[in-house]
């Protein structure tokens, strides 16, 4: 009465294949982050030491450390969050609380969505436009971070927006009905509870922000410099750009050197994108609905 | 000219809490609300039934004019409330919603500790300043006091609200409204969220909560209406059919639709 049937026997079959076939596709998904990290791990780790993070390039950058261009990509990555995390989320809880829902709101939801897909290096131009020239802020530490503020501005925005959006809307109508304002409402409800949808933003952000290398190129990033830059004015090293000219441009480049380079960015990733989780944790653990 | 008149306590005459006159309501095209004219007393619960779409919810919804958020809404006629007509232009909203409050259907406290919950409307329309500890202790407790909340939580008023029961949490956020003295408390089917139990203590409430406030009440439990309010309303197809003493009109109702609705006949 219970035994299999034919039937059974052959869909079972079937789902096993597909069990294995889906599985291998997961597989084959895996191992070149596999392979990419322990290659980077394997050839890069001998390389990293003391004097490799907190000493400056010599003897044409086939010797010596990378702390200019670890410093660079730091200084270039805080100061774009300083631009873009302000203006991101001001532009987002307006768009998401305040702005009516009509054709033109949604005209700037689908700018923003498309502002996205922009090629960093169109973007990288629009910097040099803007901030080298017009703005004559000379290829600079600004004029640099002030692009990529513009090419993660729209990232920020729409992470923010869908957090906000997240937050129940029976919590703005109960603070609604005691008549609270729409920016009490905000500050006292929404954002509280939208903080960690806002930090994966900035998470995002941060790991696209520190790898980009075309929209620095052209704005403030250079390829060698013998002295620490003294202000945001100045032009700046930056790991993404030393790693181009340490694996291309420099001749009788010891091999393990570039892996040294490429290791340091990934673990810089990394550990900014690890705060950040940390702290979203913590603040996810205090609320609760 | 942004306060509205002071309510009076319990009054004993008959003076009214809400007036409407000739109130159209139209949601784009379609018109929800015909020429409703109601008066509702002060200081008693009245309640409105009356079938799925009759306008009685959307009638609630036009007392603290909380229907505008919705674009597309369009009204005529007027709405006083204890004397004034709300929808004079230099009537300033945050003090129609003050003083109007509202209780929803489903239970909607805010992801904040029990005491800041309570606390809520009273420190918006207090410039965001906080009182004292001691001061805030006592409105804390005493709003919990009339909604008999106290003893159940006075231990933990600062654990999330959203932890609390759903009766609870009906509970609290009608603690929530009494600090900032509203006068008249309107609610949307306040219990159908509730299990019998917890529909029972939160009509207990309400009916301990008359005579300091008027409550309008929406409720598509007839049985709810006939025990727990003075007053009702049986609403159809946007108009007002029947306005009686609820005992009246659950014995003896005046037209064949209230007798037809009550008897469980269509609706």
């Known amino acids: 009465m219970f035994e299999a049937t034919q039937l059974n026997r052959r869909n079972e079959t079937t789902q096993k294949l597909f069990r294995l076939a889906l599985g291998g596709m997961t597989g084959i998904l895996i191992l070149p982050v596999i392979l990419i990290l322990g290659t980077l791990i394997w050839k890069g780790a001998p390389v990293i030491s003391f004097e490799f993070l907190f000493t400056g390039p010599t003897k044409g950058m086939t010797a010596g450390g990378i702390f200019p261009a670890l410093l660079g990509t730091i200084l270039l990555v805080l100061v774009a969050l300083l631009a873009s995390v302000p203006l991101g989320v001001a532009a987002a809880i307006y768009l998401s609380e305040y702005a009516p829902n009509n054709w033109f709101t949604r005209a700037i939801n689908l700018a923003i969505i498309n502002l996205a897909g922009v090629p960093s290096i169109v973007h990288a131009l629009f910097g040099v436009g803007a901030f080298v020239i017009f703005f004559k802020f000379g290829t600079s530490i600004l004029a640099a971070s002030l692009t990529l503020a513009i090419m993660t501005l729209p990232v920020v925005i729409v992470a923010t927006r869908e957090s906000l959006q997240a937050v129940p809307e029976a919590f703005r109508e109960a603070c609604w009905n005691m008549g609270a304002t729409r920016w009490q409402t905000i500050r006292r409800v929404v954002l509280p509870n939208a903080v960690t949808g806002i930090l994966t933003g900035v998470i995002l952000e941060v790991s696209r922000t520190a790898g980009e290398t075309a929209p620095i190129m052209f704005t403030g990033a250079a390829f060698f410099l013998p002295l620490l830059p003294q202000s945001v004015f100045d032009q700046t090293m930056a790991l993404s750009l030393h790693l181009f000219v340490v694996s291309t441009q420099v001749p009788n480049m010891p091999e393990q050197l570039p892996y040294g380079v490429a290791l340091v960015l990934i673990s810089l990733v990394l550990l900014m994108n690890s705060l950040s989780i940390a702290l979203r944790m913590y603040l996810r653990g205090k609320k609760k609905w | ?267």
């Open chain 2, 1 to 267: 000219m942004t306060a509205m008149a002071p309510i009076p306590g319990r009054s004993t005459e008959r003076s009214l809490a809400i007036r409407t006159s000739k109130l159209n309501l139209w949601y784009g095209t379609f018109q929800a609300l015909f020429d409703v004219d109601l008066d509702i007393r002060q200081g008693i619960i009245t309640s409105m039934i009356g079938p799925s779409g009759c306008g009685k919810s959307t009638f609630l919804r036009s007392v603290n004019r909380i229907n505008e958020r919705l674009g597309y809404v369009r009204t005529t006629g007027t709405i006083d409330v204890m004397g004034q007509n709300i929808m004079d232009p230099e009537v300033e909203l945050v003090q129609v919603r003050k003083q109007i409050g509202m209780v929803f259907q489903r239970p909607n406290p805010l992801p904040i500790s029990i005491r800041d919950n309570v606390l809520f409307g009273h420190r918006i329309h207090n410039a965001g300043k906080r009182d004292a500890r001691s001061e805030e202790d006592g409105i804390v407790e005493n709003a919990l006091q009339t909604v008999l909340l106290w003893d159940k939580v006075k231990d933990k008023l600062d654990k999330k609200a959203t932890a609390l029961s759903l009766e609870e949490q009906q509970k609290l956020c009608i603690a929530r409204l009494l600090p900032v003295k509203p006068g008249v408390l309107l609610m949307d089917e306040p219990c159908s969220a509730l299990d019998p139990k917890g529909t029972e203590a939160v009509e207990e409430l309400i009916w301990e909560l008359r005579g300091e406030y008027t409550i309008l009440i929406v409720t598509h439990n007839m049985a709810q209406a006939r025990r727990a309010s003075e007053e009702c309303i049986f609403m159809l197809m946007g108009k007002v059919v029947e306005h009686d003493d609820t005992g009246q009109m659950f014995v003896t109702p005046k037209h064949k639709e209230t007798a037809d609705y009550i008897e469980g006949r269509y609706g």
